[in-house]
């Protein structure tokens, strides 16, 4: 099993989820993040001041699947979350070697 975390644009989480469904993956955890990376943050004027916003708003997106769905996974991710313009956003893939549900102690990918 794989563990795909996505850090994407807030506008785009629609998107990537609708995607996410049309290719059969049903559950996600979504968090709010901030951060920054080759874009640096941005300028911005308030009140005749200007001020240097460093970390600016993103959304991590984490979903564990099996290994057969992981690549039409990462391929819908890339089409929804992409606008072509800097801070669209970085996917990251790991193995999971353990997956238990609390409720009735299933594991592997029938917990899934």
């Known amino acids: 099993m794989?563990?795909?975390?996505?850090?994407i644009k807030p506008f785009k989480l629609d998107e990537v989820k609708e995607a996410l469904h049309d290719i059969g993956l049903q559950g996600m955890t979504v968090t709010e993040a901030k951060g920054?990376?080759?874009?640096?943050g941005h300028t911005e004027l308030y009140r005749g001041?200007?001020?240097?916003?460093?970390?600016?708003?993103?959304?991590?997106?984490?979903i564990v699947m099996d290994?057969?769905?992981?690549?039409?996974?990462?391929?819908?991710?890339t089409n929804a979350a992409r606008t072509?313009?800097?801070g669209d956003g970085k996917i990251f893939v790991s193995t999971i070697e353990e997956v238990?549900?609390?409720?009735?102690?299933?594991?592997?990918?029938?917990a899934v």
Do not use: H, M
């Open 84 to 86: 072509g313009r800097i």
């Open 49 to 62: 001041a200007e001020y240097v916003v460093d970390f600016l708003p993103k959304v991590k997106i984490e």
């Open 67 to 77: 290994d057969g769905l992981v690549e039409r996974a990462i391929e819908a991710i």
């Open 100 to 110: 238990i549900r609390i409720r009735t102690g299933e594991t592997g990918s029938e």
């Open 2 to 7: 794989k563990k795909i975390e996505a850090i």
């Open 36 to 40: 920054f990376g080759r874009q640096k």
